[in-house]
């Protein structure tokens, strides 16, 4: 089983909303909940973009691309972390991620988000 697992992506219209899930099935609370969570993205043939992140009191750090449309919120007890993507763009379109900011693990599959125009 994978140690992150994201979910929520689809096919939206511009200026659409979508809400994006990743789950830490293997790790048990107590080594989730100190770590500092981000979401990042990718678009084929180019490097992993920094996204956002959430630290373990909640405060949160935004990439400028996403600011003021996208949230990002955690829920220590189920061990999930959340992205709301509000006022979606075309340029939104790649495949998004989770991961421990400072330390990162295996990742994921990734969920793909597309954005028509």
């Known amino acids: 089983q994978a140690q992150l697992v994201e979910s929520g992506g689809g096919l939206v219209q511009a200026g659409g909303s979508l809400r994006l899930t990743c789950i830490a099935p293997?790790?048990?609370?107590?080594?989730?909940?100190?770590?500092?969570m981000g979401w990042y993205r990718q678009v084929p043939g180019e490097q992993r973009e920094f996204i956002a992140s959430?630290?373990?009191?909640?405060?949160?750090n935004y990439a400028d691309p996403v600011k003021g449309r996208f949230t990002i919120s955690r829920d220590n007890a189920r061990k999930r972390v959340y992205l709301q993507m509000n006022s979606l763009k075309p340029e939104d379109t790649a495949v998004y991620y989770c991961?421990?900011?400072?330390?990162?693990?295996?990742w994921g599959k990734g969920t793909q988000v597309n954005v028509s125009s």
């Open positions: 991961n421990d900011v400072m330390a990162p693990v295996s």
């Open positions: 293997r790790m048990i609370t107590s080594v989730f909940n100190p770590r500092t």
């Open positions: 959430v630290s373990r009191t909640g405060s949160t």
